[in-house]
């Protein structure tokens, strides 16, 4: 019997350690990303229909998918869902109006006006897999649809395993190449699409704020440190929560966040969010001159209170 226990815990150790494992892949296109041995997500980076990159789909670690398929895959679940704004992929980062060029609204078989712009991939850098977090790294073009470099974007990506939770870090640097002009609307900028079982309007979703405002009416486009939306699938309580970073610009972020699904960090949008004419919150960047942005996703079992997004939130200001 007592030769047994080694060997039992050295299973046990190791199943963990299998479980904590956080696996990146990276192709020539897209970026795969496994945790615990499990497909989680997938960088789509160019080729195809992809005008800008996108991580989906993205799970909670019980593996249930929380984000809308479509239009990547048809499922029965979303057939009767209505099909709206199809730019509005997995998880992005993009703006409707720099220098007057649309890179949120994008899509490839877009074709009025406005200016459309897309985001070319420049080179894929370093991949990290590890034990508790694996990282990835690229640098994209913004180009209007002839070609030409408005500003580069680097962009680092970590991913942490947790039994319960499944956490990922966004940083992104934007450079200009020429001066850049980054406009005052509410089509901005780090997003998420949720999949319609946890739609505010239609599904079982609800929106909650830092400030304990509730629903898009009380909450869109106010300023908050964090923002989270969770709901029922199935029989599993599931939310996805954006904490903005404390040294980003213009913290605590405005929230475009909409009862359809939609929920986004919008640091470009003052006038738009406020119907405030006389408030102009565009941003001028020279060339060679950068903004960095940083944002927390956490996808939990639960709701902000079970989930404690508060206290997370303060481990995130904290470092941790």
Not at 48 to 57: D, F, H
Request: contains cysteine; positive net charge; proline residues 5%.
């Amino acid at each position: 019997m007592k030769r047994g226990l080694p060997v039992l815990f050295a299973a046990v150790w190791l199943a963990l350690s299998a479980a904590a494992q956080v696996k990146i892949t990276p192709g020539a296109d897209k970026i795969e990303i496994e945790i615990g041995g499990k497909p989680y997500s997938t960088f789509y980076m160019t080729g195809g229909e992809v005008t800008k990159p996108y991580l989906w789909p993205v799970r909670a670690a019980t593996g249930t998918y929380v984000t809308r398929a479509w239009p990547m895959e048809k499922v029965a679940e979303e057939e009767k869902a209505q099909k709206d704004h199809p730019h509005q992929r997995g998880i992005w980062f993009a703006h409707d109006s720099v220098n007057g060029i649309d890179f949120w609204n994008n899509e490839a078989s877009y074709t009025e006006p406005p200016k459309r712009g897309k985001m070319v991939l420049k080179k894929v850098g370093q991949a990290k897999s590890g034990k508790g977090q694996g990282s990835l790294a690229a640098t994209f073009d913004w180009t209007d649809r002839q070609g030409n470099v408005l500003l580069t974007e680097d962009r680092v990506m970590t991913f942490h395993a947790d039994p319960k939770l499944r956490i990922i870090d966004v940083d992104v640097t934007l450079t200009s190449v020429e001066t850049v002009v980054w406009g005052d609307s509410k089509d901005g900028a780090f997003g998420i699409r949720l999949r319609p079982v946890l739609d505010e309007q239609g599904g079982t979703g609800k929106i909650v704020n830092a400030e304990g405002l509730t629903g898009e009416k009380q909450l869109w486009g106010k300023p908050s440190n964090w923002c989270d939306y969770s709901g029922t699938i199935g029989d599993e309580k599931v939310g996805v929560a954006i904490l903005d970073h404390p040294e980003n610009p213009r913290h605590p972020v405005r929230w475009h966040a909409r009862g359809y699904g939609l929920f986004a960090a919008n640091p470009f949008g003052v006038s738009a969010f406020t119907n405030d004419k006389s408030q102009n919150g565009s941003q001028t960047v020279e060339a060679g001159k950068s903004l960095r942005y940083r944002y927390r996703v956490i996808v939990h079992p639960g709701d902000v209170q079970s989930a404690d997004i508060a206290g997370l939130y303060a481990r995130y200001t904290s470092g941790k």
